[in-house]
């Protein structure tokens, strides 16, 4: 079966904290994006790759968050210095190169900032 | 820039009734649609897509017709089961500046016996 791993699938950190969360994508997809669904199930786009190169973030992203999709190596994020706000699904998800090939998604790693 | 509106957060339902979840959206580029469903601690999974205007695609049992006058993608199944309680999230393919998949806010269902 088609799969995008993520590892963990829980992670507890105190704020103030470092947060990393690791995603194997789909074999031979170029392109990997990084998602947070809230408490209310929204989704919010994060950054995304094709492969080592990011494509787009949010202004989020480029303060407290890192990401990086390094060349035979799962792709990771870490929030710098967790907050409380951070607390949600972070997923990771991966596609072929076009708008019409649609993100395969990973079961995700929950964050509580405690 | 690009956004998806689902209009209903929860809609509750009895076995075997018709559904209809809504989905418009707003692009100025040509439309690329999903329907995304995520049962509870499971990863969102693809239910259906599609890029042809008023023509109806379909996958396990539920339906969407992409209509660009109107700018919809509502997902309709004509019986639901129980198996069916979980989120639905349309989604857009926004190729502008980069490449994301713009998504809705999500629809519950829930089915009742």
């Known amino acids: 079966n088609s799969k995008v791993i993520q590892t963990p699938r829980y992670l507890v950190k105190g704020q103030g904290q470092k947060a990393k969360m690791r995603c194997i994508p789909e074999k031979g997809h170029p392109v990997v994006f990084w998602y947070q669904q809230n408490k209310n199930n929204e989704f919010k786009f994060l950054i995304n790759f094709q492969n080592q190169e990011v494509l787009q973030q949010i202004d989020m992203t480029e303060k407290r968050f890192s990401a990086e999709c390094p060349s035979n190596s799962p792709c990771s994020l870490e929030i710098q210095s967790s907050e409380a706000g951070d607390s949600a699904l972070y997923l990771c998800?991966?596609?072929?190169?076009?708008?019409?090939?649609?993100?395969?998604f990973g079961e995700g790693t929950r964050l509580s900032v405690l | 820039g690009d956004s998806v509106t689902q209009t209903e957060g929860l809609v509750t339902l009895t076995k075997g009734l018709p559904v209809m979840l809504n989905c418009t959206y707003q692009?100025?580029?040509?439309?690329?649609l999903f329907w995304y469903v995520q049962h509870l601690n499971e990863a969102p999974k693809l239910l259906l897509k599609s890029s042809t205007d008023n023509k109806r695609t379909e996958h396990q049992g539920f339906y969407a017709t992409l209509h660009k006058s109107s700018s919809s993608f509502h997902l309709q199944k004509s019986s639901v089961q129980l198996s069916d309680s979980a989120l639905y999230f349309c989604?857009?393919?926004?190729?502008?500046?980069?490449?994301?998949?713009?998504f809705g806010s999500g629809t519950r269902l829930l089915v009742s016996p």
């Open positions: 989604a857009l393919s926004d190729w502008t500046g980069g490449y994301k998949v713009v």
């Open positions: 692009t100025t580029y040509s439309p690329f």
């Open positions: 998800a991966s596609s072929l190169r076009g708008y019409n090939q649609a993100p395969l």
